[in-house]
């Protein structure tokens, strides 16, 4: 069992940039990929990044891709969402994730309850 609560949101002016953190609790958090999803009203849940159980390997929507970065440390049980250059399309509630290295929310077993952001013009 993994629990998720994610931080960091807010109201930010395009160009702007936001970190999300995504605090873990359970004995299996290092065994899981993480990713972090978004959703916007109105519209079906959609994958932002992942990360590897190690941090070696990532992955990223193409949306985002050059202007997100995700990281974890294992550590601490922490994931991060390192938002840059962000645009008035990347507001959404965003949600962090445990499950398989893939980009498919239905996949994901643990969910935080999100955090939103909002990026105004």
């Known amino acids: 069992q993994v629990q998720l609560v994610e931080s960091g949101g807010g109201l930010v002016q395009a160009g702007g940039s936001l970190r999300l953190s995504c605090a873990a609790s359970g004995p299996t958090f290092s065994s899981y990929a993480m990713g972090w999803f978004r959703q916007a009203p109105g519209k079906e849940r959609e994958f932002v990044a992942v990360?590897?159980?190690?941090?070696?390997?990532?992955y990223y929507a193409d949306s985002v891709k050059g202007r997100f970065t995700i990281s974890r440390d294992n550590a601490k049980n922490m994931v991060y969402l390192q938002m840059n250059d962000l645009k008035p399309e990347d507001t959404a509630d965003y949600y962090c994730?445990?499950?398989?290295?893939?980009?498919?929310?239905?996949?994901?077993?643990?969910w935080g309850r999100g955090t939103q952001v909002t990026v105004s013009s």
């Open positions: 990360i590897s159980w190690s941090g070696a390997n990532t």
């Open positions: 994730a445990a499950g398989p290295y893939y980009n498919n929310y239905r996949e994901y077993d643990y």
